[in-house]
Nanobody, 115 residues
Framework: QVQLVESGGGLVQPGGSLRLSCAASGIISSINAMNWFRQPPGKQRELVATITSVGARGYADSVKDRFTISRDSAKNTVYLQMNSLKPEDTAVYYC?????????WGQGTQVTVSS
């Protein structure tokens, strides 16, 4: 059973920073990519950032140059460093693990950007 546990969400003022973490546990034989998605209130879930098994990174245009995805392969952990946060970044952030046989999701962590 693969489990993803996110942490690091919270309330932050505009312009502030947060770092999200996602630790994967269980039997994971192979990884295609680890991703961060988010779902703003009343909107659909969207891909924010991705990092592949070989370390290639990709970002949504709305977060480029502000967010950085990284990973610690030894710990099966992925991070999302979020800087210069804006009110429109408010959302539930979900970690996603993409493997050749299945996709797994974390429970989500709330990020609220407000003064």
């Amino acid at each position: 059973q693969v489990q993803l546990v996110e942490s690091g969400g919270g309330l932050v003022q505009p312009g502030g920073s947060l770092r999200l973490s996602c630790a994967a546990s269980g039997i994971i034989s192979s990884i295609n990519a680890m991703n961060w998605f988010r779902q703003p209130p009343g909107k659909q879930r969207e891909l924010v950032a991705t990092i592949t098994s070989v370390g290639a990174r990709g970002y949504a245009d709305s977060v480029k140059d502000r967010f950085t995805i990284s990973r610690d392969s030894a710990k099966n952990t992925v991070y999302l460093q979020m800087n210069s946060l804006k009110p429109e970044d408010t959302a539930v952030y979900y970690c996603n693990l993409d493997t050749p046989v299945a996709r797994y999701w974390g429970q989500g962590t709330q990020v609220t950007v407000s003064s």
